[in-house]
């Protein structure tokens, strides 16, 4: 029976391996096989179903959060009571809410009873009956009231269109907008300073599950109304790997942040594919040969070699303006991560005029250090980017910087709002730099439109890369250090 069941999920758990696949999650055949295999071994239950899957498909623990995402939207709970009737269970490890809670005051709160939580009255809510109700089921902590609240605010919307799917956010802004959230919000902040920590903590957790739960429900409503394109949608926005810098929203940073951490530490410790001699290590044939020769042909003393860390020097030049700060502070985080690998390190950042960092990054951690870097740093003038005159400035104030022994990076968008660029001072830096290197976080179908002027500056540069995603920026990275 067991057999039978599984052959008719066959298509639907590789259609969800190739969602996983498309949102960044690695996952091999052998897994695929392995993942089938256990599932003739356990008993059809939608909790063992998920465990099942997890535990085969997932081998890092940062893809958790995406599997638990795809999961809910693939084997829905109707799925699974087409299979088993009178499953009832909730996925482990989801953020929906838990289920078990008092029923009737569940549908009290879902409908609004009227006695001053913002009850129904004539037909129409009160001002602020939508944000009562939110603080209530927030209090109460039940599924069912929420389910309903978030439906409301969907409902709200009126019918999706295909706007919806491709401005995801600002659609959830408008059914928060409805639902009266911040109200909502800034009541439960208010009962907070006389309610006892343990019931804090408790809202705390509920409007994290209401969060989740209207993400949740608003996915699956897209899915319901666009199908496979809905999916397309979601999968590529939540594969950091491929996901445009300037579209990651603040949780996808913080994540994004880590990752980089992790791969600076790695590319650290890589040397260089240099060779010198050595006392010990991997034998030198060639050597060992030459000394041979001196001994009748016998190689009676071994010589050995090994890899030699590289130091290089570096300058870094950081654009902060705009959507391209975001693609900068993750490289500064990424160049503080490996100093150590560098023999010297001197950072910069610029809008329209210049200002050396290094010294917030001898002295702070990174975080701190880009705190400081925004409070304090003197980098704008009047709020536009002018590499002409930036360039300029770098050179007049910092050109004992640039040595034949530095390799100088660039990030930044090249647009110019239409100001002139120094080439001059550019022309300079590249004649005394061992090589320069530009990395441009658009997609090289937008360079050299409108204000770019990236063909400008590319000439007098050794290479110039499009850097725009987590994919690109450790190819580049491991090209470059």
């Given at each position: 029976m067991v057999s039978s069941k599984l052959m008719s999920m066959e298509s639907t758990v590789l259609y969800f391996v190739r969602q996983l696949r498309r949102s960044g999650v690695r996952v091999t055949l052998a897994e695929i096989l392995d993942c089938f295999q256990a599932l003739t071994l356990v008993e059809w239950d939608r909790e063992i179903f998920y465990i099942t899957l997890q535990a085969t498909l997932v081998k890092a623990p940062r893809d958790l959060a995406v599997f638990d995402k795809l999961f809910q939207l693939v084997f829905q709970r109707d799925f699974f009571m087409q299979e088993q009737t009178g499953e009832t269970g909730s996925k482990p490890g989801s953020g929906a809410p838990c289920q078990g809670r008092d029923k009737e005051s569940a549908e009290g709160l879902s409908k609004g009873d009227g006695t001053g939580t913002g009850g129904a009255r004539n037909g129409k809510y009160r001002p602020g009956a939508m944000a009562q109700r939110m603080v209530q089921l927030i209090q109460a902590g039940s599924p069912e009231a929420m389910l309903d609240f978030v439906g409301e605010g969907i409902a709200g919307l009126g019918p999706l269109t295909e706007e919806h799917l491709l401005n995801q956010q600002d659609a959830l802004r408008v059914i928060k907008v409805f639902l009266e959230w911040k109200t909502g919000e800034w009541e439960l902040e208010k009962l907070a300073g006389?309610?006892?920590?343990?019931?804090?903590l408790a809202w705390q957790q509920s409007l994290q599950e209401?969060?989740?739960?209207?993400q949740l429900r608003w996915e699956q409503a897209l899915l319901s109304n666009f199908g496979d394109?809905?999916?397309?949608?979601i999968t590529e926005r939540i594969n950091l790997q491929e996901l445009d810098f300037y579209r990651l929203n603040h949780n996808q940073i913080a994540e994004m942040k880590a990752i980089i951490t992790r791969l600076a530490h790695k590319l650290a410790t890589r040397v260089s594919r240099r060779y010198v001699r050595a006392?010990?290590?991997?034998?030198?044939?060639a050597r060992t040969m030459r000394k041979a020769m001196a001994t009748g042909g016998i190689p009676v003393?071994?010589?050995f070699r090994r890899k030699k860390p590289a130091k290089p020097e570096l300058v870094v030049f950081c654009d902060l303006s705009g959507s391209v700060a975001v693609f900068s502070e993750f490289m500064l985080q990424l160049v503080y991560s490996m100093q150590q690998k560098f023999r010297h390190v001197r950072s910069f950042v610029f809008v329209d005029t210049i200002e050396e960092i290094s010294p917030y990054f001898s002295r702070l951690e990174i975080e701190d250090a880009l705190v400081q870097v925004y409070n304090q740093a003197?980098?704008?003038?009047?709020?536009?980017?002018?590499?002409g005159e930036t360039i300029q400035a770098f050179w007049q104030l910092y050109s004992d910087a640039v040595t034949r022994n530095t390799t100088v990076i660039v990030l930044g968008d090249a647009r110019n709002n239409y100001q002139k660029p120094d080439l001059e001072s550019w022309l300079r830096i590249r004649e005394r730099a061992k090589k320069v290197i530009w990395l441009?976080?658009?997609p090289v179908g937008r360079w050299n439109k409108e204000d770019s002027i990236m063909d400008t500056f590319a000439p007098a540069c050794s290479q110039v890369m499009e850097c725009r995603?987590?994919?690109?920026?450790?190819?580049?990275?491991?090209?470059l250090f």
């Open positions: 006389g309610a006892e920590e343990q019931d804090i209401l969060e989740e739960l209207l394109r809905a999916m397309e949608v006392k010990s290590g991997q034998p030198d044939l003393f071994l010589a003197k980098f704008s003038k009047t709020g536009f980017s002018h590499y441009n976080p658009e995603n987590l994919t690109q920026l450790e190819q580049v990275t491991r090209n």
